[in-house]
């Protein structure tokens, strides 16, 4: 990939004055304390890319760490735009792995202990081992308190009294606890086994105990840059502070109202201490918010200023242009929240939004069973975070062996292009498609990792026309090595811990309803804070478009007797909308087409979203012209292919087949089908009725 590197100026160009000022001071320490959206990311990529442009910092000696493996590949993505290479980006963990990777075999001699990645059968084994018999959940919560006891430095003998000051309660008596975690450690002991935390322990120790370690490491990295550091661990800080080795070259950026990882153990308490521990430090306050519009902006605001401890100084000050109002929606059931998600999800899509910039964020993840549903019922792309790390999955190790046997084989010129290629490959080693399945789940996850294969193909082709399948392999085992996932072209599902640090233009919270946020298990008052900042992480995610949504029952015919979160309390009001309760739309987001939607063919009321789209009954009788249909899609094909955007973001499917159903003879008929919204009209609104064969065009249409 050509990279064009940037002048310092250049850099500093596209800064404010305050995020300026923290990329200038290049040799730390440095502390950003400041609100969502106002460019603490930012600010540390461009220093990291100014002090390497100024020749302050060589690229190699500059570790920024930052949360998820997205994050960091985000950084890195960034700082290869701004013209550096070498900066290593990379989460703690990935960052202790590499490190310990390098120093065990020479300090300790063989190889480091095998790292486990999934302990639950470890714990599993440790509880029955202080003779218990646990069920499932049980052994899950005894999981959540051995990983906060190790997070926050805690052995197994200092357990009960740690637990009882920090307000824990895990599934047993603590002194119970204290002992399967005894006998957790001694099991991962006896195997020679790691855990993660374990492996930070271990990096942190080396570095600690070993002076030759020390002085190599030191001698190597300078330069330290840490991103959320609102939820560090102090097992994690353990590991800093031994990175440093008593060094201050640190620049450290957090927002205290984004701390939602207190029950694993981190803290602001590291941020907001920064000042007393570097007194000498430039701290800068960043209060422009350059992401969401003054409508997303507020409701933020108010979301935080009813915690209970608030930052004033934190407040934000919108600098995006105005958009629509925050809408908030209820629904009589969880199945018609979802239905209506994913409609106005389809809506929006088709209305110019790519699917890559829209998010349906939950509290937990058993939510997402629902928008998967509705999604796939109607024809809406999507893809699940949180689920198996993209590079563990199967289907991804089987088709890079693939990939990398196919690039063996083929000698000089390739026979066709990239993208052509591997979807012969993934078409014949693992029977894959290009057309995606009809049913959600499994089934669809395994096609969605392989689609995204293949996008990646597609993506090099175009940075590198001349890269061929061997240059695919490098890139795939650089992204595998830092655990940087291909973007994937669909809604985003995630939970609202997995959607920290990102952004979208449409974010839809769903399932606001009390018990779920806050979550029935959130007991504390301290607890009931903590799920109050993901709301306000949620809605600081979005750049324009914001729902929240709830639903009174969980299934149809339920009693309804479902409240809406007690964080919305007050806020309909404040954002212009009605009230809690008052809000009752089964068919929300339809802003023109509201209200019931008969079947055209047998005049039922329709509810399922993708009935509504198509019109009619999805077991009514229909009359589609086929013919029509596939000159659609040929026209789509053809459209998108020259936008150079997924065919989807034409037309959906359900779009096409309700075009082919419908036969639009007019301007007005056409804008009848729902999902065409003012945006696509224009586009392609004279082309569509062309094909269809009426005499009308949007140009000689009255307004
Ligand atoms: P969060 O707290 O959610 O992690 P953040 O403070 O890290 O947010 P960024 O993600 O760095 O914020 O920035 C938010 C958005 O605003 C990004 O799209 C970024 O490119 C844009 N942005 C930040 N600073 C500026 C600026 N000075 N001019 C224009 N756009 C900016
Ligand atoms: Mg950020």
Not at 153 to 179: F, I, N, T, W
Not at 377 to 391: E, K, Q, S, W
Request: glycine fraction near 8%; aromatic fraction near 6%; include cysteine.
């Amino acid at each position: 990939m050509v990279m064009t590197a940037r002048t310092p100026a250049d850099i500093l160009a596209a800064l404010d004055p305050e995020q300026r000022q923290a990329a200038q001071a290049v040799s730390g320490p440095v502390c950003i304390l400041a609100g969502a959206g106002t460019g603490k990311t930012r600010t540390i990529t461009a220093r990291a890319a100014y002090a390497v442009a100024t020749g302050a910092v060589a690229p190699g000696a500059l570790l920024a760490v930052t949360f998820t493996a997205r994050a960091a590949g985000e950084m890195r993505t960034r700082l290869r735009a701004l013209g550096v290479s070498g900066v290593q980006a990379r989460t703690f963990h990935a960052a202790a792995l590499k490190q310990l990777t390098y120093f065990w075999p020479r300090v300790i001699g063989g190889a480091p202990p095998r790292l486990v990645d999934n302990t639950f059968g470890l714990v599993a084994n440790a509880a029955s081992r202080a003779r218990l018999r646990p069920g499932t959940s049980e052994i899950r919560d005894l999981l959540s308190e051995l990983e906060w006891a190790a997070s926050t430095l805690v052995g197994p003998e200092d357990y009960p009294q740690a637990a009882a000051s920090a307000g824990r309660l895990g599934p047993y008596d603590a002194a119970v606890v204290a002992q399967v975690y005894g006998a957790y450690v001694d099991l991962k002991r006896s195997q020679d086994l790691a855990d993660w935390s374990d492996l930070l322990l271990l990096t942190a120790g080396a570095l600690e105990d070993h002076a030759g370690v020390a002085e190599e490491f030191r001698a190597r990295y300078r330069s330290f840059v840490v991103d959320e550091y609102q939820d560090v661990t102090p097992l994690q800080q353990r590991l800093l502070d031994a990175w440093l080795g008593g060094r201050a070259d640190l620049c450290v950026v957090g927002d205290p109202h984004q701390t939602i990882y207190s029950f694993t153990g981190a803290t602001p308490s590291y941020l907001l201490g920064f000042a007393r521990r570097f007194p000498d430090a430039t701290h800068v306050r960043l209060v422009r918010d350059y992401r969401s519009t003054p409508q997303v902006v507020t409701l933020a605001n108010n979301v935080i200023t009813k915690a209970s401890s608030p930052h004033a100084r934190l407040q934000l000050l919108a600098q995006q242009p105005p958009g629509p109002e925050p809408a908030f929606r209820e629904h009589l059931d969880e199945p018609a929240e979802a239905d209506a998600v994913a409609l106005r999800c389809g809506e929006l899509i088709d209305a110019g939004t790519p699917a890559s910039e829209i998010a349906v964020l939950y509290r937990i993840n058993a939510q997402s069973t629902a928008y998967e549903q509705a999604l796939t019922n109607a024809g809406v792309p999507y893809l699940v975070r949180g689920g198996t790390r993209f590079f563990d999955r199967t289907e991804v190790r089987e088709a890079i062996l693939l990939l990398r046997g196919a690039a063996r084989a083929v000698d000089g010129d390739a026979p066709a292009a990239l993208p052509e290629l591997v979807a012969d490959v993934l078409r014949s080693g693992l029977s894959w498609s290009q057309a995606p399945p009809a049913g959600a789940g499994a089934v669809r996850e395994r096609w969605e990792s392989l689609a995204a294969l293949h996008r990646l193909a597609g993506d090099l082709a175009s940075a590198a026309p001349e890269a061929g399948l061997r240059e695919l392999v490098v890139e795939l085992e650089e992204r595998s090595a830092a655990q940087h996932a291909p973007s994937v072209d669909g809604v985003t599902l995630a939970s609202l811990h997995a959607a920290k640090g990102l952004e979208w233009d449409a974010v839809f919270l769903v399932g606001l309803v009390d018990g779920t946020l806050p979550l029935v298990h959130a007991d504390t008052p301290a607890a009931v804070e903590e799920e109050r900042r993901l709301l306000y992480v949620g809605v600081t995610r979005a750049r324009t478009y914001l729902s929240l949504s709830w639903a009174t029952s969980r299934s149809p015919g339920g009693r309804g007797s479902r409240r809406p979160s007690r964080f919305l309390d007050g806020l309909h009001a404040a954002a212009g909308q009605p009230a809690a309760g008052s809000a009752r739309s089964p068919g929300a987001g339809r802003r023109s087409r509201s209200g019931p939607v008969p079947c055209r063919i047998c005049g039922t009321v329709l509810t399922a979203a993708v009935d509504r789209k198509l019109g009619r009954c999805a077991g009514c009788p229909v009359d589609r012209d086929e013919a029509l249909f596939e000159a659609l899609r040929a026209w789509r094909a053809e459209r998108a292919k020259a936008l150079r955007q997924p065919a989807f973001c034409v037309f959906t499917d359900a779009t096409l087949i309700a075009i082919a159903e419908q036969r639009p003879g007019s301007v007005a008929e056409l804008v009848a089908i729902p999902g065409i919204g003012t945006a696509k009209l224009e586009r392609f609104g004279d082309e569509v009725l062309a094909l269809v064969g009426a005499g009308d065009t949007v140009q000689n249409s009255p307004d």
